[in-house]
């Protein structure tokens, strides 16, 4: 195959920290008592909505992957201001995360796993023809690995819509601020477990291609 770009920087650690937990949390515990617990929660959402959009862009994931990102994100952050209450905005956002679990696992069903796409998108980004890539992912043995990984990605999202209600329920609104972290220690533990799997469906993958020394496909 072609020489290969050089793999795409790993994400910044400090930086996810800051805008997925950091800043969130901060303006939820400051800003409650200012302007209420339904903006402050609202609030709280925009410096992580802004920090992923702009990884988008600066990753320029202009693919399948990106487009979900954004649509679910805009989804989302529509959801949020319709919500009118703090409570209800909570609860919408549980039944959200069960939806993407629900579309998710559909996408298993019917034999279209989003993990397919999500592969087919970073190979290409690392220089590789698609149609190439597509055609080893529809293999049997790799096709089956992708579906569990998708459903993996299902559990993901009902996983952290189980938790999210039960701590709703548990402490109601004045518990956000246990939510912002728990929620992404969550998603950190999944990304860890879900990034094992795919450097085991990455190494399969190379394996198929030839370049089984060559770690710059990143999923």
Same mark, same amino acid.
Request: charged share 15%; glycine share 6%; hydrophobic share 50%.
């Given at each position: 195959?072609?020489?290969?770009?050089?793999?795409?920087?790993?994400?910044?650690?400090?930086?996810?920290?800051?805008?997925?937990?950091?800043?969130?949390?901060?303006?939820?515990?400051?800003?409650?008592?200012?302007?209420?617990?339904?903006?402050?929660?609202?609030?709280?959402?925009?410096?992580?909505?802004?920090?992923?959009?702009?990884?988008?862009?600066?990753?320029?994931?202009?693919?399948?992957?990106?487009?979900?990102?954004?649509?679910?994100? !805009?989804?989302?952050?529509?959801?949020?201001? $319709?919500? #009118?209450?703090?409570?209800?905005?909570?609860?919408? +956002? @549980?039944?959200?995360?069960?939806?993407?679990?629900?579309?998710?696992?559909?996408?298993?069903?019917?034999?279209?796993?989003?993990?397919?796409?999500?592969?087919?998108?970073?190979?290409?980004?690392?220089?590789?023809?698609?149609?190439?890539?597509?055609?080893y992912l529809k293999e049997k043995d790799m096709f089956k690995m992708l579906r569990i990984l998708t459903i993996l990605f299902s559990i993901r999202y009902a996983a952290v819509a189980v938790v999210? !209600?039960?701590?709703?329920?548990?402490?109601? $609104?004045? #518990?956000?601020?246990?939510?912002?972290?728990?929620? +992404? @220690?969550?998603?950190?533990?999944?990304?860890?477990?879900?990034?094992?799997?795919?450097?085991?469906?990455?190494?399969?993958?190379?394996?198929?291609?030839?370049?089984?020394?060559?770690?710059?496909?990143?999923?």
């Amino acid at each position: 195959m072609e020489e290969q770009k050089k793999p795409k920087q790993q994400p910044n650690v400090l930086f996810d920290l800051i805008f997925y937990i950091a800043l969130p949390y901060l303006i939820w515990n400051q800003g409650r008592h200012l302007i209420g617990d339904y903006y402050a929660i609202l609030l709280s959402t925009a410096p992580a909505f802004f920090y992923t959009i702009y990884k988008f862009i600066k990753e320029r994931q202009f693919n399948i992957t990106g487009i979900f990102i954004v649509v679910s994100l !805009l989804a989302r952050t529509i959801i949020d201001l $319709v919500s #009118g209450k703090a409570q209800t905005m909570l609860y919408n +956002q @549980v039944y959200f995360m069960f939806g993407l679990a629900l579309f998710f696992f559909v996408t298993v069903i019917v034999n279209r796993p989003m993990g397919m796409y999500f592969f087919g998108d970073t190979a290409q980004l690392m220089g590789y023809e698609r149609k190439d890539i597509m055609r080893y992912l529809k293999e049997k043995d790799m096709f089956k690995m992708l579906r569990i990984l998708t459903i993996l990605f299902s559990i993901r999202y009902a996983a952290v819509a189980v938790v999210k !209600l039960w701590l709703i329920n548990q402490y109601g $609104v004045d #518990g956000y601020g246990k939510m912002i972290v728990i929620m +992404q @220690v969550i998603n950190w533990i999944f990304t860890i477990l879900l990034g094992i799997y795919s450097y085991m469906i990455i190494r399969k993958l190379q394996g198929k291609t030839g370049d089984a020394e060559n770690p710059n496909i990143h999923a």
